[in-house]
C-alpha cells in the first residue's frame, strides 16, 4: 500500500534551548590531513568506513575522489598516518575505480569484513559496475568479484531478508537490486524492484534500518527529481513500497539519506532525510527532515532543521554515531554552501542525539579556504586511531592546494574536542553557566574554583569582549549580558584547573 501525505511539522516543535556544554570548534585542529597532489582528482569524495578488513579488530576507512581511478585505504590503530595502507586500483585511464565505496560488514559469513566498490567504465560510452571484494584470513592481494547487473550508480547495506546476514543493496535510477548474504553469497542478483515512477532519479541515496520497530531492517531509497523517498518494510519481498514521503519541489528531497541510527535514543532507528536545494526564507538554504522510528511511525516529520542563509545547502551529507560517548548516536549534517567568512568554504554541524533532540548544532566544524566545499562527504569512523575515542571523516574535495580541485580530507579525533569526558577526570567541582537561555544577566558559578579571566565568542569564534562584572558573590559571578544581540556565543571560562568552554544563548 503506498500512503502519500503533505508533510507538516508535528505540535510543539520548535527550538529547543536546553543546551549542553560544548566546545566551539575554531580552538581544535584536525588529527590528520589526507591530501593527494593532483589536478581534479577531488580527493575525498568518496569516503567510507570499512569496518575491519585487515583483520586487526580495529576500524579501517577509504578515501577516493572523482578524477583518482584508486582506492586509498588506511588501516586503523594508534600509529594511523596520512600514507594509504594500500592503493588499488583495477582498470586503466579510461575508468574510474571507486566512484562509491561502501563497507558491508560480514557478507559471506566466513567471519571477515567485506566490501563493495562502483567502477566507471567511460568509453565508448558510460557504464557503472560493482565489485565486491570479499574478505579473508590473510588478506593479500584482494579479489573483487563483479557483481552481475550493469549501471549500478549507488549503494547501500543491510540485512533486508530477515536471515541475519548482511545484503548488499545496489541501484540505478530505474531499479533497485538485492543480493542475498550469507554462506551462499553469489554475484547474482536476488531481488529487484522497478522504480514506481520514472525520471526521479530513483535510488540516488540508499539508507537501511528497522524504522517501524518490528526487529526486520527496512529499506528507504531516496528519489530527488520526484521530491520522494520510498520506505520498503523488511523483509524487502515486494516491490511495491509501503510508504512514499513527499516535500517541497526542489528536486532536493532524498538526495541525502541516513536510516539505522537512533538520535533520540527511543531504542529505534531514526529516518534523516536531507534536502539541500530547499527553498524556504532563502533560496537553497537547505533542510534536514526527521522521522522517529518506531510502531507509531508515520510520514509528519518529528524534527526540521534549517540553513540559515541562501546557497548554503544545508543536509548535502548525512552521518551518524556516538560522537560524545553518552551511549545515543548523533547527526552529522554536511552544509557545504557554507559562506562566512569564505564563500563556499563549507561546514559540518553536530547534533548531539537525547531525548528532546537538541536543534542549535553543538559543534561547528569550518572549511578553511574559498570554494573548498567542506562537508561535502562525511563519515563516522568509529575509533579509527584506538586511543578510545570515536573519529569522524570530512572530504573538502575541491579544495586547491598545489593543483585545481586536488582535493582534502581531514580527520577529526574527538579526544580533541570532547571537554565533557576531560571535564569529568577533573577532581573537585566545575564551572557551571546559568541560565540558559539568558537575559540580561549570567551567572557563572564557580563553587571552590578560583576565576582567573573570562572571554565572549560569537559562532564564528571571534572574540567579542571580556566580561564586565556588575557584582561578585563568593562563588558566584555575574555578568552584565545587556549590550549582547539574541543569538549564540561560546563563553570560556580560565580557572586555576583550566579552561572551560560553554555554548549560551541570548533570548529578548
Given at each position: 500500500m503506498i500512503i502519500i501525505r503533505l508533510m507538516r511539522v508535528k505540535e510543539g516543535i520548535g527550538?529547543?534551548?536546553?543546551?549542553?556544554?560544548?566546545?566551539?570548534?575554531?580552538?581544535?585542529?584536525?588529527?590528520?590531513?589526507?591530501?593527494?597532489?593532483?589536478?581534479?582528482?577531488?580527493?575525498?569524495?568518496?569516503i567510507a568506513l570499512l569496518n575491519d578488513i585487515n583483520n586487526d579488530q580495529i576500524n579501517d576507512f577509504a578515501i577516493s575522489g572523482y578524477g583518482l581511478n584508486k582506492i586509498h585505504f588506511f588501516y586503523g590503530g594508534n600509529s594511523l598516518d596520512t600514507i594509504p595502507d594500500r592503493i588499488d586500483s583495477l582498470w586503466p585511464s579510461l575508468y574510474r575505480f571507486g566512484h562509491r565505496i561502501v563497507g558491508c560488514g560480514d557478507v559471506d559469513n566466513n567471519g571477515y569484513d567485506d566490501f563493495a566498490v562502483v567502477l566507471i567504465k567511460y568509453y565508448p560510452y558510460y557504464e557503472y559496475y560493482t565489485f565486491?571484494?570479499?574478505?579473508?584470513?590473510?588478506?593479500?592481494?584482494?579479489?573483487?568479484?563483479?557483481?552481475?547487473?550493469?549501471?549500478?550508480?549507488h549503494l547501500g547495506i543491510g540485512d533486508l531478508n530477515a536471515d541475519s546476514y548482511n545484503d548488499i543493496v545496489v541501484a540505478s535510477y530505474h531499479w533497485f537490486a538485492l543480493y542475498y548474504g550469507g554462506p551462499d553469497f553469489d554475484t547474482t542478483y536476488d531481488f529487484q524492484a522497478r522504480a514506481p515512477n520514472e525520471n526521479e532519479m530513483f535510488g540516488y541515496a540508499l539508507g537501511a534500518g528497522d524504522i517501524n520497530g518490528d526487529g526486520a531492517e527496512?529499506?528507504?531509497?531516496?528519489?530527488?527529481?520526484?521530491?520522494?523517498?520510498?520506505?520498503?518494510?523488511?523483509p524487502v519481498v515486494d516491490s511495491i513500497p509501503d510508504w512514499t514521503l513527499v516535500a517541497g519541489s526542489e528536486f532536493s528531497f532524498g538526495r541525502a539519506l541516513l536510516l539505522g541510527k537512533d538520535i533520540n535514543g527511543d531504542g529505534s532507528s531514526d529516518l534523516i532525510i536531507g534536502a539541500p536545494y530547499w527553498n524556504e526564507q532563502y533560496e537553497a538554504q537547505g533542510r534536514v527532515f526527521i522521522f522517529y522510528g518506531g510502531e507509531d511511525f508515520d510520514t509528519i516529520p518529528d524534527i526540521i532543521l534549517s540553513g540559515t542563509e541562501g546557497w548554503q545547502y544545508f543536509g548535502s551529507s548525512l552521518a551518524g554515531g556516538d560522537l560524545n560517548g553518552d551511549g545515543i548516536e548523533d547527526l552529522v549534517v554536511g552544509v557545504v554552501g557554507f559562506s562566512n567568512p569564505y564563500p563556499n568554504m563549507?561546514?559540518?554541524?553536530?547534533?548531539?542525539?537525547?531525548?528532546?533532540?537538541?536543534?542549535?548544532?553543538?559543534?561547528?566544524?569550518?572549511?578553511?579556504?574559498p570554494y573548498d566545499r567542506f562537508g561535502t562527504t562525511v563519515s563516522?569512523?568509529?575509533?579509527?586511531?584506538?586511543?578510545?575515542?570515536?573519529?569522524?571523516?570530512?572530504?573538502a574535495p575541491w579544495h586547491d592546494g598545489s593543483h585545481e580541485d586536488c582535493g582534502v580530507t581531514y580527520l577529526y579525533d574527538m579526544e580533541d574536542i570532547r571537554v565533557e569526558e576531560k571535564v569529568k577526570r577533573l577532581p573537585g567541582a566545575f564551572p557551571?553557566?546559568?541560565?540558559?537561555?539568558?537575559?540580561?544577566?549570567?551567572?557563572i558559578l564557580s563553587g571552590s574554583l578560583k576565576l582567573n579571566e573570562i572571554k565572549l565568542y560569537d559562532l564564528m569564534g571571534r572574540r567579542i569582549r571580556n566580561w564586565k562584572i556588575i557584582r561578585q558573590d563568593p562563588g558566584d559571578l555575574v555578568l552584565d549580558t545587556r549590550a549582547l544581540n539574541s543569538g549564540i556565543y561560546?563563553?570560556?571560562?580560565?580557572t586555576t584547573r583550566g579552561k572551560f568552554l560553554y555554548k549560551v544563548v541570548r533570548v529578548e
Open positions: 527550538l529547543l534551548l536546553l543546551l549542553p556544554l560544548i566546545v566551539p570548534l575554531f580552538a581544535f585542529e584536525p588529527r590528520l590531513i589526507f591530501t593527494f597532489d593532483s589536478i581534479n582528482a577531488q580527493y575525498g569524495q568518496p565486491v571484494c570479499l574478505g579473508e584470513e590473510s588478506p593479500g592481494e584482494y579479489q573483487y568479484r563483479k557483481l552481475d547487473l550493469r549501471n549500478t550508480k527496512d529499506l528507504a531509497v531516496g528519489a530527488p527529481y520526484g521530491n520522494k523517498v520510498y520506505l520498503y518494510l523488511g563549507g561546514a559540518v554541524y553536530i547534533y548531539y542525539g537525547g531525548n528532546p533532540f537538541d536543534t542549535i548544532p553543538d559543534l561547528i566544524f569550518y572549511g578553511r579556504n563516522f569512523l568509529g575509533d579509527v586511531t584506538e586511543n578510545g575515542y570515536p573519529d569522524i571523516l570530512i572530504g557551571q553557566v546559568r541560565p540558559v537561555p539568558f537575559q540580561e544577566e549570567l551567572h561560546f563563553i570560556e571560562v580560565q
